[in-house]
């Protein structure tokens, strides 16, 4: 299975063209600015229309405006997933969003604790810690989703959130990959990230 990672587009998914090929789109998270219905509605018309067969999505920070929106009308092939799991081909994804109101409370830390074994391929926003997210000196990653992998071991874990630490890595047997799309200037863009499973 192939997919295509991208994150972090904050607006600007216009602007993503010739995108490779792919089984299985995945987005996770950010895909506004600030955080608004109508950048929200704009990018999901985007995504429904792109060409892959399955196409998943999380939110992420910016995205505050599908906080405990109930989402109807999407494709048949598109997947919102929010605290849950899909299964395609045989593999199950699983994404768990970052929505502030969840941060600023105990509900992340539930919400990271019930990410389930078994899981193959993990969405988040926000990177483990000490990997893809050092900026400023600092990694900015979360330990409790380092905690989690540790104990789930997914194959591929896909996030974002973090624009300077854009990149693939592969440590102990398990991909990870930061798909941020805008660098840390929110100038230019970064490749999607390609990822045979």
């Not at 699983?94 to 604790?113: E, H, K, L, W």
């Not at 874990?157 to 930061?178: K, Q």
Request: glycine letters at 8%; hydrophobic letters at 35%.
């Amino acid at each position: 299975m192939k997919i295509l990672h991208i994150s972090d587009t904050h607006g600007c998914h216009h602007r993503l063209r010739d995108l490779p090929e792919a089984d299985v789109a995945v987005h996770s998270g950010d895909f506004c600015m600030v955080g608004t219905t109508t950048e929200a509605i704009d990018f999901l018309n985007w995504f429904c229309d792109l060409p892959y067969q399955h196409k998943i999505f999380i939110c992420g920070n910016h995205d505050d405006c599908l906080y405990g929106a109930n989402i109807n009308g999407l494709d048949a092939n598109v997947h919102y997933l929010c605290n849950s799991g899909i299964v395609i081909d045989g593999v199950n994804f699983y994404g768990v969003p970052m929505f502030m109101n969840d941060c600023i409370t105990d509900r992340q830390s539930r919400n990271i604790a019930n990410i389930p074994t078994g899981t193959d391929v993990l969405i988040t926003h926000s990177p483990p810690y000490g990997i893809l997210d050092y900026a400023d000196n600092i990694h900015y990653g979360s330990e409790e989703i380092s905690q989690r992998i540790a104990q789930v071991h997914p194959r591929l874990h896909l996030f974002g959130h973090i624009h300077v630490a854009y990149g693939i890595a592969r440590i102990n047997g398990i991909t990870y990959s930061n798909a941020a799309i805008m660098d840390d200037s929110y100038s230019n863009l970064n490749a999607p990230c390609l990822i045979e499973l």
